[in-house]
Nanobody
C-alpha cells in the first residue's frame, strides 16, 4: 500500500510559481509511475502530468506544457510538480497519484493523495 501526502499549494498572483510536493510512504514508490491531476468544483478531475518510475519519461497535458515540470526523487520517496507562469485558470485542487505494483498479482493499483489547493489570482 502507498500513502501520499501533497504539500506546497497556496495562493499566488498570475505569472508566479509554486512547487508542489508529493511525499509517499511504502516500499513500492520507486517502482510506481506517478503523476498529477487537478479538479475544480463541479468538474471532473483532469490529467496534468505523469512521470515514469525511473524519471526518464514524462508526459504533460497541452494546457500546462512548457510551464509545468514533473520530477521525482526516489531516494526521498517524493514527487514534484514545478509550476511556472501560473494563470488564473490553473486554480484547482491538485492531486498526486501513484500506480503501485501489487506483486505477485499482475497489474497496478492507483493510490491518491488528499489534494492541495492552488489559487492563482489575476
Amino acid at each position: 500500500q502507498v500513502q501520499l501526502v501533497e504539500s506546497g499549494g497556496g495562493e499566488v498572483q498570475a505569472g508566479g510559481s509554486l512547487r508542489l510536493s508529493c511525499a509517499a510512504s511504502g516500499r513500492t514508490f520507486s517502482s510506481s509511475d506517478m503523476g498529477w491531476y487537478r479538479q475544480t468544483p463541479g468538474k471532473a478531475r483532469d490529467f496534468v502530468a505523469r512521470i515514469g518510475r525511473s524519471g526518464g519519461s514524462t508526459y504533460y497535458a497541452d494546457s500546462v506544457k512548457g510551464r509545468f515540470t514533473i520530477s521525482r526523487d526516489n531516494a526521498k520517496n517524493t514527487g514534484y510538480l514545478q509550476m511556472n507562469s501560473l494563470k488564473p485558470e490553473d486554480t484547482a485542487i491538485y492531486y498526486c497519484y501513484a500506480d503501485a505494483q501489487q506483486a505477485p498479482v499482475p497489474g497496478t493499483v492507483r493510490y491518491w493523495g488528499q489534494g492541495t489547493q492552488v489559487t492563482v489570482s489575476s
